[in-house]
C-alpha cells in the first residue's frame, strides 16, 4: 500500500505520514518536497507554509533521481485539491 503526501501530494511514501490510530508524525522525508513529516509540518493542517516555499523556490525534488520522468507539479498538486495558479500568485 502506498501513501500520499499531504504537503505536496507524492502518492508513492512507503508510510503515512501520520499514523491513522495515534496521529504520531512517521518523521520520513517526502523524496518530492522534502517535507520531514512532524518537523516541517508540525500538525498536518499547518502544511501551507511549507507547501508555498517549495512552489516559490520551483517545486525542486529533494531526491532528484526518484523523479518520475514526466513528473507534473500541477497535477500532483490536483490530488490534494491544489491549484498551483492560485497558490503561485498568492505568494507574495
Known amino acids: 500500500m502506498k501513501y500520499l503526501c499531504h504537503v505536496c501530494g507524492y502518492p508513492d511514501l ?12 512517521s518523521f520520513d522525508i517526502c523524496p518530492c518536497c522534502g517535507c520531514e ?10 502544511n501551507k507554509p511549507f507547501l508555498r516555499e517549495w512552489i516559490r523556490f520551483g517545486t525542486p525534488w529533494h531526491e532528484p533521481g526518484s523523479k518520475p520522468l514526466h513528473w ?9 485539491n ?6 503561485l500568485r498568492d505568494i507574495p
Open 72 to 80: 507534473d507539479a500541477k497535477q500532483q498538486l490536483k490530488g490534494i
Open 37 to 46: 513529516f512532524g518537523y516541517s509540518d508540525p500538525k498536518p493542517a499547518s
Open 82 to 87: 491544489v491549484d498551483y495558479d492560485q497558490l
Open 14 to 25: 512507503d508510510e503515512p505520514p501520520y499514523d491513522p490510530v495515534t496521529g504520531s508524525a
